[in-house]
Nanobody, 114 residues
Framework: VQLQASGGGMVQPGGSLTLSCAAS????????MGWYRQAPGRQRELVAT???????FYTDSVKGRFTISRDNAKNTVYLQMNSLKPEDTAVYYC?????????WGQGTLVTVSS
């Protein structure tokens, strides 16, 4: 399984970005998919997940601002990020678990700065 994350960039506080994670095979519809992030000098943290059944989870700091979704036909998971804050600055990674193995995308940098 290969994951390709994209959509990062620089945005001003209060702005929006949408990240995409494209999978090399049909895992989006059958596996849990997640977005993580790692800020400079900090540990990687879970941001959001979506299960094969469509259940979602968000870490407290992004609730009400971020939305995770998926398009099974495109084998793609999205992270819509609104009302971005400087503390959202990080490299964002997508991840899936298939047959108990973790697969990570390469990361996409999000910078929130005025």
């Amino acid at each position: 399984v290969q994951l390709q994350a994209s959509g990062g960039g620089m945005v001003q506080p209060g702005g929006s970005l949408t990240l995409s994670c494209a999978a090399s095979r049909s895992v989006v519809s059958s596996s849990i998919m997640g977005w993580y992030r790692q800020a400079p000098g900090r540990q990687r943290e879970l941001v959001a997940t979506i299960t094969s059944g469509g259940s979602t989870f968000y870490t407290d700091s992004v609730k009400g601002r971020f939305t995770i979704s998926r398009d099974n036909a495109k084998n793609t998971v999205y992270l819509q990020m609104n009302s971005l804050k400087p503390e959202d600055t990080a490299v964002y990674y997508c991840k899936t678990v298939v047959h108990y193995l973790d697969y990570w995308g390469q990361g996409t940098l999000v910078t929130v700065s005025s």
